[in-house]
């Protein structure tokens, strides 16, 4: 199975930041990697697919990068609702599995 | 516009069955794989096994794989998870997924709760 390691796996900004999550395979991916975002008691929302295509009303402060097997969550000008918790997936091949995920706290 | 509705929360006792079903509309059902991801109380998540409602192929993760059935009925649009031989670490919330580059939609969570 591909293992996926997310970093930090929290951290504390203040709005207006700009805060980075990473995400690392244990082996090449290529660029089938997403990134969701969830809120308490409530499903996931993909947000970035293909390591780097914004989903659909996405907000554009949310970037993704990444080739292989290191990837980049970028988050500019962090408002009040984009605390939450971050999850990276690889979609490579199966069993689909997903980092551990990043929690976003305001400072 | 697409949605996917699921059925509601379960108790179970060890060693029972639960099957959740996951009503899809607004799009083609067929089109689209649906995943199904559990969510245990405070942890991260985990990708159960996945369906093709036009073929028939679905894949199953290794550690579910002699307890768990995925199942669709294309006239109803909907997909069916099944697990058996619960428990108590089988208590999460148990999403069913679109695959559209990720999974774009998400069911909003069946909690299955496995408890004597």
């Known amino acids: 199975d591909i293992q996926m390691t997310q970093s930090p796996s929290s951290l504390s900004a203040s709005v207006g930041d700009t805060v980075t999550i990473t995400c690392r395979a244990s082996?090449?991916?290529?660029?089938?990697l997403i990134w969701y975002q969830q809120k308490p008691g409530k499903a996931p929302n993909l947000l970035i697919y293909?390591?780097?295509s914004l989903q659909i009303g996405v907000p554009s402060r949310f970037s993704g990068s990444g080739f292989g097997t290191d990837f980049t969550l970028t988050i500019t000008n962090l408002q009040p609702e984009d605390f939450a918790i971050y999850y990276c997936?690889?979609?490579?091949?199966?069993?689909?599995?997903f980092g551990g995920g990043t929690k976003v706290e305001i400072k | 516009q697409v949605q996917l509705v699921q059925s509601g929360a379960e108790v179970k006792k060890p060693g029972a069955s639960v099957r959740v079903s996951c009503k899809a509309s607004?799009?083609?059902?067929?089109?689209?794989?649906i995943n199904w991801v559990r969510q245990a109380p405070g942890q991260g998540l985990e990708w159960v096994g996945w369906?093709?409602?036009?073929?028939?192929?679905?894949g199953y993760a290794q550690k579910f794989q002699d307890r768990v059935t995925m199942t669709w009925n294309t006239a109803m649009s909907t997909a069916y998870m099944e697990l058996s031989g619960l428990r108590s670490e089988d208590t999460a919330v148990y999403f069913c997924?679109?695959?559209?580059?990720?999974?774009?939609?998400w069911g909003q969570g069946t909690l299955v709760t496995v408890s004597s």
């Open positions: 997924g679109r695959a559209n580059w990720g999974i774009d939609y």
């Open positions: 607004g799009y083609t059902f067929t089109s689209h794989h």
């Open positions: 369906v093709n409602p036009q073929n028939g192929d679905r």
């Open positions: 082996q090449s991916i290529s660029t089938y």
């Open positions: 293909a390591a780097t």
């Open positions: 997936q690889q979609a490579y091949r199966t069993p689909l599995t």
